[in-house]
């Protein structure tokens, strides 16, 4: 931390008004000093900062940098700019959330804070509003209690922006510290342009502003943040920092509704899947799941309910299914006022008891079934089913949820990113992953969030391919995140750290167009990965062969007579079967490589056995020195150094059929990863002179089943990278 922001009035009324416990307010209070504190120091403030601040779905965001807002307040920042989301909706919901939380209407006295809306750089009172507020933190005569921090909340919108930026550029802010908060970071933000050498047009409004504020702190919020982590670390946007933020208990995500066996997660039949003149029979099956769980709500706390169906982006469809589910509840509202005997009623009633039957494998506190089927009629009728798009209006229709006590939700783009569909118990969403982005598939997972009080009448229904994209995102996420954990206390932060992660191959990590610079991924699970480069700098080679020296002292290797037993030296390996893994993945930390390719695998590889040790601290690995006798074998090398075709001997074939020697491949173990290292002397040609004597190359492999998908980043500047 750059210095150590002091708790005051306005950070403790934030959190105490959050209402969570006491040990929930007290972590608010500490990320959001750890968060602040990284930035510039109002007391002497100079230069900016940009932090990369790392949620869950649903999770609080907004309390935290609500939290930080207040200990903005708290620490003397006059002015506060939160650019609030790419709708007029999402922007409505964060300002009049602010108002809420800091509670800036209360009181009778003069205000602690002032908040202002997209404002306007030809209107004279905005100006005067920033003004009076910058003034009156540089006015000794003023106690804290006389000054009012201004929050601007403003679309996150080319023009909005520049009118913004147009605006701050007529002041003198030179010494004035700003906080600036960007709100889904991941999205607009940043330059879509990259790769042809230009600039988007909310990029660049975004890096004026930032030119326009002397001395800011500039915090980029996001539950995906994968767009952010895989730019330049050149680029204005490329953060410095990281902090994670843990949910509080309540909260239910990827690991608990996408485990194993979940009971929470229903697929969509694929017939389902295809648009059809009929409602299909899961999604009728949903709402009725949905129906049963209000009423039960409305006999146990009178809460309301909401659902969310997420059929496509096409406003076509969301007629339909608004069309579909209109015609259902009004036919079951008519069936439920038929006499008891009637036939059409007692099928209604066994569908809902199916509903009610399924909820009660997850919620053993579920009123009676009586009680519950008394209660429905009220549930349909007290339900607005609604379709959430712009539908030829200017924009989304707002919604204030206390109208109803429950409510149909039918939309696409308007529900992807941001928007908090309140009380969400069932998901219904028979659409695939697109085109396959990982970070917009996991802003899609509305259905995350606080609601372990109600857990069990929540459900989602989802297409098969999405149901296992979701469930490879949860590891994906886990393991970034871990990532991100140990980056917090680095000093050199995001700059040198390579950008690793595990994630599905059929998952892009974020869209290309906002990436410059090259990943590399995996391209099969498990195997063998081979050391390219070969004819490195020497002083690297030589680092190397002292680094494996060393280590293989360490251990007992003894001939490995099992696999193959042979006179000759060339074919006598000897093997460590219980090498522990940690000691394996610090000498792999320190091994030094020059071509990309090899940087990437052999980064991919720690990825993967770091994930191995985390799982089983105890696991070993096999290591083989491979003929380590045998002197004078050579490789050929190209122009470049490297070894294309592989260095590993093959199998050697007999006369009469079948093999003498098997094939250095062979040397391994099935049940964990194993390590071979070889030493060859290297030649460009096969007379040519030998350039490195005993050149140290290594190859690993990994089993199948400790084997994941992985990506891995290389920048500019990052060989010595963590």
């Not at 507020?133 to 003023?142: F, G, R, S, T, Y």
């Not at 007629?319 to 069936?335: I, M």
């Not at 940690?582 to 990437?600: G, H, N, W």
Request: net charge neutral.
């Amino acid at each position: 931390m750059r210095w150590v922001p002091v708790q005051g009035e306005e950070a403790t009324g934030v959190v105490r008004r959050s209402n969570v416990d006491v040990a929930s307010q007290e972590r608010l209070i500490a990320d959001a000093a750890e968060i602040l504190g990284r930035g510039v120091n109002p007391r002497q403030p100079n230069g900016s900062a940009t932090g990369l601040v790392v949620g869950n779905v649903q999770s609080g965001k907004t309390m935290s940098f609500t939290t930080v807002i207040g200990l903005a307040r708290d620490n003397g920042f006059p002015l506060v700019i939160v650019i609030a989301g790419t709708k007029v909706n999402l922007l409505n919901q964060s300002h009049e959330r602010l108002e809420k939380d800091l509670n800036v209407h209360a009181g009778d006295g003069l205000p602690s804070w002032k908040m202002q809306k997209n404002i306007q750089a030809t209107d004279a009172h905005h100006e005067q509003s920033i003004r009076q507020a910058i003034e009156a933190w540089q006015d000794n005569e003023l106690e804290d209690d006389e000054r009012a921090t201004l929050i601007l909340t403003v679309l996150k919108q080319r023009q909005r922006l520049q009118s913004l930026t147009d605006l701050l550029r007529r002041l003198d802010l030179r010494r004035v510290p700003v906080l600036v908060i960007d709100d889904e970071a991941d999205q607009a933000s940043l330059n879509t342009r990259v790769q042809q050498g230009g600039e988007s047009a909310t990029y660049t409004r975004l890096r004026e502003l930032r030119d326009a504020l002397p001395c800011h702190t500039y915090l980029q919020y996001t539950a995906t943040p994968q767009a952010p982590l895989l730019i330049n670390i050149a680029d204005v946007l490329s953060p410095d920092f990281p902090k994670v933020l843990d949910p509080g208990a309540d909260y239910v995500g990827g690991q608990e509704f996408f485990a194993p066996g979940s009971p929470y997660i229903r697929d969509i039949p694929p017939q389902d899947i295809a648009a059809g003149n009929d409602p299909p029979d899961s999604m009728l099956e949903a709402v009725r799941v949905f129906f049963v769980g209000l009423a039960a709500s409305l006999i146990r706390d009178r809460r309301r309910r909401s659902m969310l169906i997420h059929p496509s982006r096409l406003r076509a469809d969301h007629r339909q299914v608004v069309q579909w589910v209109t015609e259902a509840k009004t036919t079951w509202l008519t069936a439920l006022r038929l006499p008891e005997a009637d036939p059409d009623r007692i099928e209604l009633v066994e569908d809902f008891r199916a509903a009610y039957d399924h909820l009660s494998t997850t919620d053993a506190n579920l009123p009676a079934f009586e009680d519950v089927l008394a209660k429905l009629p009220r549930s349909l009728r007290q339900t607005t089913i609604i379709e959430f798009n712009t539908n030829g209006r200017p924009r989304t229709p707002e919604i204030n949820w206390r109208d109803a006590e429950g409510w149909i939700l039918v939309g696409g783009q308007a529900v992807d990113r941001g928007f908090t569909v309140d009380l969400l118990t069932v998901t219904y969403m028979p659409r695939g992953v697109g085109v396959g982005n990982a970070d917009t598939l996991q802003q899609r997972a509305r259905f995350f969030g606080y609601k372990r009080k109600y857990l069990g009448i929540c459900r989602i229904w989802l297409e098969t391919v999405t149901r296992s994209a979701f469930e490879g995102y949860v590891e994906h996420e886990n393991l970034m995140r871990r990532e991100l954990k140990r980056l917090e206390t680095e000093p050199s932060g995001l700059n040198m750290w390579r950008r690793r992660f595990v994630l599905d191959a059929a998952l892009q990590p974020c869209r290309r167009n906002v990436v410059s610079d090259a990943y590399f991924r995996s391209t099969r699970l498990g195997g063998w990965t081979q050391q390219r480069g070969a004819l490195i700098a020497e002083a690297l080679r030589n680092a190397n062969a002292e680094l494996l020296e060393g280590f293989v002292r360490e251990f007992a290797f003894v001939e490995d007579i099992d696999t193959y037993r042979s006179d000759e030296e060339s074919q006598k390996h000897f093997v460590a079967r219980e090498v522990p893994l940690i000691r394996v993945i610090d000498m792999l930390s320190d091994y030094r490589l020059e071509d990309p390719r090899d940087t990437a695998n052999f980064t991919g590889t720690l990825v993967m056995l770091g994930e191995a040790l985390r799982q089983a601290p105890d696991a070993t690995v096999a290591v083989y020195r491979m003929r380590p006798r045998a002197r004078g074998a050579r490789r050929i090398v190209s122009a470049s150094g490297t070894l294309e075709k592989g260095f590993q001997q093959g199998p050697t074939r007999l006369a009469g059929g079948g093999y003498a020697y098997p094939g250095d491949t062979v040397f391994a173990m099935n049940d964990r990863p194993t390590i071979q290292i070889h030493q060859f002397d290297l030649a460009r040609s096969d007379g040519g002179a030998v350039e490195a004597r005993a050149a140290p190359l290594m190859a690993i492999r990994i089993p199948a089943e400790l084997a994941r998908e992985w990506l891995v980043q290389l920048q500019a500047g990052q060989d010595d990278a963590t």
